[in-house]
C-alpha cells in the first residue's frame, strides 16, 4: 500500500468532522509509543520550549551521570542511546534553536562527564559528528543568535 503525500492527508483532514479528526489521532497514537510521546508534546508542552528544552537536558545529565565507567564498549551504546533519546526530542521540537541547544548539551556532557575520548576512535567520531550537526544548525540560526553558541562551540572545538 502506497502512503498518502502530505498535500493529500491534509486535504484530506480539512474535508472531514473534527470529532472524526480527533478520533483519528488518538487512534494513531495507541499504535506507537513514540506517536503517543509526539501528540503530549503538541498537547502539553509545545507552548513553553525553554522549558521542554530544559527538561530533556535534565533528563541527558542523569544518563550522563549513569555512564558505565572503564568499559568503553558499554559507554559507547551508552552515548548512542542518549543521543537518540536527544534526536528524538529535536524532532518533536523542529527548531534549529532547540537542535544546536541540544547537541551541544551533548558534547558538554561528554566532555565533562571524564570520558577518555583518546581511546576510542568511535566516541571520538560521536562527539566530533555532534559538533558538526550542531555547527551546521547554528548556521540557519538568526545572527544575535549565533553568538553565544559559537563561543561555546569554539571552546569544545578547542579542547579536542
Given at each position: 500500500m502506497?502512503?498518502a503525500t502530505i498535500h493529500?492527508?491534509?486535504?484530506?483532514?480539512?474535508?472531514?468532522?473534527?470529532?472524526?479528526?480527533?478520533?483519528?489521532?488518538?487512534?494513531?497514537?495507541?499504535?506507537k509509543?513514540e506517536?503517543?510521546?509526539l501528540?503530549t508534546?503538541?498537547?502539553?508542552e509545545?507552548?513553553?520550549?525553554?522549558?521542554?528544552?530544559?527538561?530533556?537536558k535534565?533528563?541527558m545529565?542523569?544518563?550522563?551521570?549513569?555512564l558505565?565507567?572503564?568499559?568503553l564498549?558499554?559507554t559507547?551504546?551508552?552515548l548512542?542511546?542518549?543521543?537518540?533519546?536527544?534526536?528524538?526530542?529535536?524532532?518533536?521540537?523542529g527548531?534549529?534553536l532547540?537542535e544546536?541547544e541540544?547537541?551541544?548539551?551533548?558534547?558538554?556532557?561528554i566532555?565533562?562527564?571524564?570520558?577518555?575520548?583518546h581511546?576510542?576512535?568511535?566516541?571520538t567520531?560521536?562527539y566530533?559528528?555532534?559538533?558538526?550537526?550542531?555547527?551546521?544548525?547554528?548556521?540557519?540560526?538568526?545572527?544575535?543568535?549565533?553568538?553565544?553558541y559559537?563561543?561555546?562551540?569554539?571552546?569544545?572545538s578547542?579542547?579536542?
Amino acid at each position: 500500500m502506497k502512503a498518502a503525500t502530505i498535500h493529500e492527508l491534509k486535504q484530506e483532514l480539512n474535508a472531514i468532522a473534527p470529532a472524526r479528526v480527533m478520533e483519528l489521532c488518538l487512534r494513531l497514537a495507541r499504535f506507537k509509543k513514540e506517536n503517543k510521546e509526539l501528540l503530549t508534546y503538541l498537547l502539553f508542552e509545545a507552548h513553553d520550549e525553554e522549558a521542554y528544552i530544559k527538561n530533556v537536558k535534565k533528563e541527558m545529565s542523569i544518563f550522563f551521570e549513569d555512564l558505565p565507567g572503564p568499559n568503553l564498549h558499554l559507554t559507547k551504546k551508552s552515548l548512542r542511546k542518549i543521543l537518540r533519546i536527544a534526536n528524538k526530542h529535536i524532532r518533536y521540537i523542529g527548531t534549529d534553536l532547540a537542535e544546536v541547544e541540544l547537541l551541544i548539551s551533548f558534547c558538554m556532557g561528554i566532555k565533562t562527564s571524564k570520558i577518555p575520548m583518546h581511546k576510542s576512535p568511535a566516541i571520538t567520531n560521536i562527539y566530533k559528528r555532534q559538533l558538526e550537526k550542531a555547527t551546521a544548525a547554528l548556521k540557519l540560526l538568526h545572527e544575535d543568535l549565533q553568538y553565544d553558541y559559537v563561543k561555546e562551540l569554539e571552546l569544545m572545538s578547542d579542547e579536542e
